[in-house]
């Protein structure tokens, strides 16, 4: 009987998740409010209090579900063997994810949200993420952590770029490859920094 009750609990915070993902869609990471997001599941607010205790447990667990979402398209990718390949499968599955959800690109990958700090637990799933990008930029040659900020910082300004200027277009993604060949080209004629 426990292992019912804790499914379907499991179950309906889900729902919840998924709610308030529609609803940072249509307003923005910031913009719903709690008595919206009750209507839209069909509860009460005072209800959604014995599924998250804040707002801000609620943008946790929105936070966890998006890293998990992108540890799963991580884990689909048929990587080639090829390092500079690799790099450029993965980064664009990246970009990808990015660019397709504006409000969760903002609540995982900016400070859209002030006090907001994800849990230790949610936090993990991130460094899962990174670490994983972090392999197949050392397999591609970057050693220095200043080369590893750079293409971070070039990566995270043309998802930016696109998606202030361009949502749901290509002008800036489409040039993903090239930056990436730009970048590695240029590594070999670096001093470590």
């Known amino acids: 009987m426990v292992g ?10 889900a729902e919840i998740v998924e709610a308030a993902w529609k609803l940072a869609a249509i307003h923005g990471i910031g913009g719903f ?5 009750a209507r839209e599941v069909g509860i009460r607010q005072p209800s959604l209090y014995e599924y998250f205790d804040s ?21 689909a990718l048929d990587l080639p063997d090829d390092p500079r390949g690799a790099l450029k499968v993965m980064m664009r599955a990246f970009v990808d994810f990015a660019v397709e959800d504006v409000p969760r690109q903002a609540l995982l990958f900016t400070r859209a ?6 849990s ?6 991130a460094e899962d ?6 392999a197949l930029l050392r397999a591609a040659g970057m050693r220095a952590q200043g080369d590893v900020d750079c293409f971070i910082a070039m990566v995270g300004g043309v998802i930016a ?3 202030s200027n361009d949502p749901g277009g290509n002008r ?4 993903l490859d090239r930056l990436i060949d730009l970048y590695l080209d240029h590594l070999p004629t670096r001093r470590s920094r």
């Open 4 to 13: 019912k009750v804790a499914e379907r609990r499991e179950a309906r915070t």
């Open 33 to 37: 409010s709690l008595h919206g997001l």
């Open 55 to 75: 707002k801000l447990a609620l943008f946790d667990a929105m936070f966890a579900d998006g890293n998990h979402r992108l540890l799963e398209r991580m884990d």
């Open 113 to 118: 949200i002030p006090g907001f700090e994800p």
């Open 120 to 125: 230790p637990e949610s936090y993990a799933l």
């Open 129 to 134: 993420a990174l670490a994983r990008a972090g």
């Open 161 to 163: 770029a696109q998606n």
């Open 172 to 175: 800036w993604v489409r040039h």
